[in-house]
């Protein structure tokens, strides 16, 4: 059974920071391109950062590029985005999903809430 299990969501100033997980399990992780796309309310999905499976290639949306860093570590089967520098325009849920390539997503997880707020 494939699982894709985020956390680390929460309520979080402007300026502050975040790290999001999302561990795997139920395929072979490491050959999975992962992502971190987020929908706020009442907008569309938007493609955040992803990394490729081995690691040595990531990629930002230009309004997170310089602020978040998407790592992997594939011993754990988790994937992880570190958020700085947060601002009340990354208020959405995030979601964590895995494919073929970064950008392709076989599989989804449920998701979870990033509230920036003061």
């Known amino acids: 059974q494939v699982q894709l299990v985020e956390s680390g969501g929460g309520l979080v100033q402007p300026g502050g920071s975040l790290t999001l997980s999302c561990a795997a399990s139920?395929?072979?992780?490491?050959?999975?391109?992962l992502s971190w796309v987020r929908q706020a309310p009442g907008k569309e999905r938007e493609f955040v950062a992803g990394?490729?499976?081995?690691?040595?290639?990531?990629y930002y949306a230009d309004s997170v590029k310089g602020r978040f860093t998407i790592s992997r570590d594939n011993a754990k089967n988790t994937v992880y985005l570190q958020m700085n520098s947060l601002k009340a325009e990354d208020t959405a849920i995030y979601y964590c999903?895995?494919?073929?390539?970064?950008?392709?997503?076989?599989?989804w997880g449920q998701g979870t809430q990033v509230t920036v707020s003061s």
């Open positions: 139920g395929f072979i992780y490491s050959d999975y391109a």
């Open positions: 999903n895995a494919g073929p390539e970064v950008g392709v997503a076989d599989y």
């Open positions: 990394i490729s499976w081995s690691g040595g290639s990531t």
